[in-house]
């Protein structure tokens, strides 16, 4: 993610600064300054480039959805989990993660969501970096970052960004904000609603829907974190040995589930070696 020039928002960047609702008691600005601020020293770099075990299941959960619809006849075939599964090389994966992703196939082909769909936009995962959209309004600038899962158009042509989740989590209403804010601007003669599907659970969120006034409300609040973001960022820059003061720590017990435990003078957690 860069951190120069032309400040910047996404989601992730929204998430990082401020905590989804239920959430606060172990939100850390500091995981934001090893991220964002801190991610080519090495030590960092090799811990964001490592992925969980939630995070390897989500990507192999979205590129199964993929695969099914870049080969739609697997949708119909009895042994098409099984040949999604070798698509998406699972043997070679832990226990944990073959056996998950092998349900979330399994619940794919029973309840396949998109079939049947006018889908204009299905992402494998495997695109890299978004390009940014430009947001120039009279008061900020920024560049703006969404990396949509799926993009289908409904029968009235209301365009419909699904986001597809795994896990336990709750769904955090600010990243359908997020799409809604940028299909605005990729594609401003429609309107366009959004919701999230859950692939382990199959469930569905309620449709978000928001007027343009809204939207205008959710872009601002998106300026703000992009300024505060790229203030912290030039303070860091100026002055790295002021990294605590500029993202502060939040120690406590959710530390042990902190990809920086390791690296982190603060944590409350300490793995054993
Ligand atoms: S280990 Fe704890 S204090 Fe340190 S960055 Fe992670 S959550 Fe924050």
Redesign the pocket.
């Known amino acids: 993610m860069p951190t120069f020039g032309r400040p910047f928002a996404s989601y992730h960047l929204w998430s990082l600064i401020a905590p989804a609702v239920g959430q606060e008691r ?1 939100h ?4 934001r ?2 991220i964002k601020a801190r991610q080519k020293e090495p030590t960092v770099k090799a811990l964001l480039t490592h992925a969980s075990a939630p995070q390897r299941i989500g990507l192999l959960a979205q590129k199964g959805v993929y695969e099914f619809h870049h080969h739609r006849q697997l949708l119909n075939q009895p042994d098409g989990v099984e040949q999604v599964a070798q698509l998406l090389k699972l043997s070679k994966l832990s226990d944990e993660v073959q056996q998950r992703v092998i349900q979330i196939l399994k619940n794919y082909h029973d309840e396949p969501v998109l079939k049947g769909k006018h889908i204009i936009e299905l992402t494998s995962g495997d695109e890299g970096f978004p390009r940014p959209i430009w947001v120039d309004q009279k008061n900020y600038h920024f560049r703006l970052y969404a990396t949509m899962d799926c993009i289908f158009t409904e029968q009235d042509r209301t365009l419909h960004i699904l986001d597809f989740k795994t896990g336990r989590s709750a769904f955090d209403e600010r990243q359908a904000l997020v799409y809604l804010v940028a299909a605005r601007y990729l594609y401003p003669k429609q309107q366009a609603v959004a919701s999230f599907y859950n692939l382990e659970r199959c469930k569905k969120s309620d449709l978000i829907r928001v007027t343009a006034s809204q939207l205008d409300a959710i872009e601002n609040q998106l300026a703000t974190v992009a300024q505060k973001h790229q203030q912290d960022i030039f303070q860091y820059e100026e002055n790295p040995s002021k990294f605590s003061e500029i993202f502060p ?4 017990s ?2 042990r589930y ?4 390791t690296i ?6 300490k793995p054993s070696k």
Do not use: L, Y
Not at 28 to 31: S, T, V
Not at 249 to 252: A, I, R
């Open positions: 172990w850390c600005q500091m995981k300054g090893f720590p939040t120690p406590g959710h530390c902190c990809s920086f435990n982190c003078e603060f944590s409350g957690f």
